[in-house]
């Protein structure tokens, strides 16, 4: 059975309608799978609800509407085209579940992060042990479950074979690079602070963390189920590289200046964190030497309060970070273009890819 979806709504009602109904009839296989444990899951299946019924659905949408660009507009993707695409968002869930539990961030969507979620049940019921022992192994191994699930998604769907195979090579490459990149991430927040190597490093956490897995594989996995040559694969590849970077400093803007009661998370967390992003970088070159200094000794504070994150915002502006990653995000997102517009594709996917673009570099959330 095949789907026809709007490519002038990439992501419309419809199109996030057709994500929760492939999620939900896989998650409710796993409820079957596992119903011998009774109720003892419950609150398994209570995060996992949360989680699933949210976010953005940027990378389905990338994986979906590269299909559509190299299949044609007379082809209507079958089901198991939305269904891998929507594993995608199993594999992201994976991915913030043990992102805010190494960062522990207290909030996700509006609603308390996964390992906080576990050790405020364990507090309210008053079971034995540590609330917050319980927390963080519960939200680990949660974690653990949606990156399974991720992968068995995939291998329960209904498509050919030789479809399969085309698209496994990026699928591996894509949980591998999001691994390598929480890594990247991790160890850049720990480093001292060079100014003038957080641009590139930036980068290159960017590159891994989220240009090829929130945009270059997705897009790529899509037009590999619809079989693409390799030229349509490295150009899709280099159009995901610049849009996914665009994307990524987009984030960095919201994590310090957004609106939390939009994004789910208090603005200033990554200041707190000390995430040192292109954002940072930027401000760093710009900066004068005394507000180099008061940045540098606000960034990883878990501590900061309110008024010294007011004060941030006031370097990153003055200095010219946040104009400087204004004009980055666009620059990526007009080469993101330029490749896009050198492929052969079709014009329905071409322009719901278009659209995507947009999206992610003009969102608030």
């Known amino acids: 059975m095949a789907m026809k979806l709007d490519p002038h709504q990439p992501l419309g009602e419809d199109f996030i309608a057709a994500v929760q109904a492939s999620l939900d009839h896989f ?13 003892r899951l419950t609150i398994i299946w209570d995060e996992v609800a949360h989680f699933t019924r949210g976010g953005k659905r940027m990378r389905p949408a990338f994986c979906y509407w590269g299909y559509v660009a190299v299949a044609g507009s007379d082809s209507n993707p079958p089901h198991a085209v939305m269904d891998i695409a929507s594993s995608l968002d199993l594999l992201h869930l994976f991915a913030l579940v043990h992102d805010d539990l190494i960062d522990a961030s207290d909030t996700r969507r509006g609603a308390p992060a996964a390992h906080r979620f576990f050790e405020n049940y364990h507090r309210e019921h008053s079971w034995q042990g540590d609330s917050e022992e319980f927390g963080r192994n519960a939200a680990l191994l949660l974690g653990d479950l949606l990156f ?26 894509m949980r591998s690079e999001v691994l390598a990149g929480q890594f990247l991430d991790v160890l850049h927040q720990v480093r001292p602070c060079d100014d003038k190597d957080v641009v590139a490093d930036a980068k290159l956490v960017m590159e891994f963390k989220t240009a090829k897995y929130t945009v270059s594989r997705p897009v790529q996995i899509g037009a590999a189920l619809a079989l693409a040559s390799d030229g349509v694969q490295q150009g899709l590849g280099r ?23 939009v994004t789910g998370k208090p603005a200033g967390d990554d200041l707190r ?7 940072i970088g930027y401000a760093l070159k710009g900066a004068s030497p005394s507000e180099v200094t008061r940045l540098k000794q606000i960034l990883g504070n878990p501590d900061v309060t309110d008024e010294q994150i007011d004060q941030a915002r006031q370097i990153l502006t003055d200095s010219g970070g946040v104009a400087s990653t204004e004009k980055a995000i666009m620059r990526e997102a007009a080469a993101g273009m330029k490749h896009l517009h050198r492929l052969d594709l079709s014009a329905e996917g071409a322009y719901a890819l278009m659209a995507l673009v947009h999206a992610a570099v003009e969102r608030t959330a």
Do not use: C, N
């Open 239 to 261: 159009f995901g590289a610049h849009v996914g970077y665009a994307f990524q400093m987009r984030d960095d803007l919201l994590g310090v200046f957004g609106d939390p009661t």
């Open 273 to 279: 964190q000390g995430k040192q992003t292109a954002l």
């Open 148 to 173: 399974g699930w991720s992968l068995a998604m995939v291998e329960q769907t209904s498509l050919s074979a030789e479809r399969l195979k085309r698209a496994r090579p990026y699928l591996d490459a």
């Open 27 to 39: 998650i409710d296989t796993q409820r079957d799978l596992l119903a011998e444990t009774g109720d």
